[in-house]
């Protein structure tokens, strides 16, 4: 079983619609989590952190469901410019421990 | 406010040249990442310096090396260039935690 597993997609969305990926981890001792977007040909940026209680920012809902070691990302209201790869983080330790998923693809549609 | 600078963004070698990717950050980050990414891969850690004057191997660190030059520059050395290198080279920072938090705009690079 791979660290962190992400379906790849594509997700095509119309605008408007809501969203959700999940992001499996195998590490039961993982400590922290965090969601990074990728627009195509460019660098990642980091969008969130996920923490227990769960995390929100405007459109963005992060959650963490430690019993059955997964991350999730709800993005509402879908707009053109949320088109991007969406990449999961967890980091179990260390430097060496920070581990990237493959990235999930949203395509949002007029 | 230009964050972390990366050079040069293309790249095209030959097998078994050299050449050095620059990195450099304006925000005194103490630590500096040097990542690959890959079709259908995550970005994989090749070296990081947790702050200046140290540097550590990550999980593909084979066929590199790299100088943190002071505390604003790490630069990333490919001795001996082979076909498996071809990849996106990402250079990031953060200021206090073991993951990035800014990343440099990348270095497409292919070896032939």
């Known amino acids: 079983r791979k660290e962190v597993e992400q379906d790849p997609g594509p997700f095509n969305v119309p605008e408007g619609a809501t969203v959700a990926f999940n992001c499996t981890y195998s590490n039961s001792a993982s400590q922290s989590f965090f969601w990074y977007r990728q627009d195509c040909r460019k660098e990642p940026k980091l969008l969130m952190s996920?923490?227990?209680s769960g995390n929100e920012d405007g459109r963005f809902t992060a959650q963490l469901n430690r019993a059955s070691q997964y991350i999730s990302l709800l993005i509402r209201d879908s707009k053109l410019s949320d088109s991007a790869t969406y990449l999961c983080?967890?980091?179990?330790?260390?430097?060496?421990?920070?581990?990237f998923g493959i990235g999930t693809k949203l395509q949002v549609i007029p | 406010n230009a964050g972390v600078t990366q050079n040069p963004k293309f790249q095209v070698l030959k097998t078994g040249q050299s050449m050095t990717l620059q990195c450099a950050q304006d925000?005194?980050?103490?630590?500096m990442y040097w990542y690959r990414q890959d079709p259908g891969m995550g970005l994989r850690l090749i070296y990081y310096?947790?702050?200046?004057?140290?540097?550590d191997k990550g999980e593909v660190p084979n066929g590199y090396n790299v100088s943190r030059l002071n505390k604003r520059e790490f630069s990333l050395r490919l001795e001996s260039a082979a076909p498996s290198q071809t990849s996106v080279y990402f250079c990031?920072?953060?200021?206090?935690?073991?993951?990035?938090?800014?990343f440099g705009d990348g270095t497409r690079l292919s070896i032939l």
């Open positions: 925000m005194n980050h103490n630590s």
């Open positions: 990031a920072s953060s200021e206090q935690t073991v993951q990035p938090q800014h």
């Open positions: 983080v967890v980091n179990s330790g260390g430097y060496q421990k920070v581990t």
């Open positions: 310096s947790a702050s200046e004057g140290t540097t």
């Open positions: 996920v923490y227990s």
